[in-house]
């Protein structure tokens, strides 16, 4: 009978330590799968955040490209309006060259001419 509850108490102890142990396993692989999950979320969170901010220098590229585009055009417009007011100028301010000297006989009347 000692022999028997000996047994039974070892079985029982035994029982407990393992439980202890599986205890403290699933508490350990629970720990890893929450530090798992929360670092997959991190990583999806950072992707998230990089793609968002590429997205937002894309976009500042293009409207940097538009604002480049639209300052050189003005400046095409200006120039342009500019040089039609130098030629408009010139043209209005240009000296004809005096005439040809000619025969006076002849550039009196030009029907005596050859």
Known sequence: ?????A?????????TKAGAHL?????????KE???RAGKEAADRAALEATA???????EMK??????????KKDMGLLEA??????????DTLVMPPPVPTDPVTSSHPELEP
């Open 23 to 31: 205890d403290r396993y699933y508490q350990v692989s629970k720990e």
């Open 63 to 72: 409207k940097s490209v538009v604002t480049y585009q639209t300052a050189v």
């Open 1 to 5: 009978r000692k022999q028997v509850a």
């Open 7 to 15: 047994a039974a108490a070892a079985a029982g102890d035994a029982e």
């Open 34 to 36: 929450v530090k798992a």
């Open 53 to 59: 901010a590429m997205k937002a220098t894309e976009l």
């Open 82 to 91: 500019e040089i039609k007011k130098i030629v408009a100028h010139n043209r």
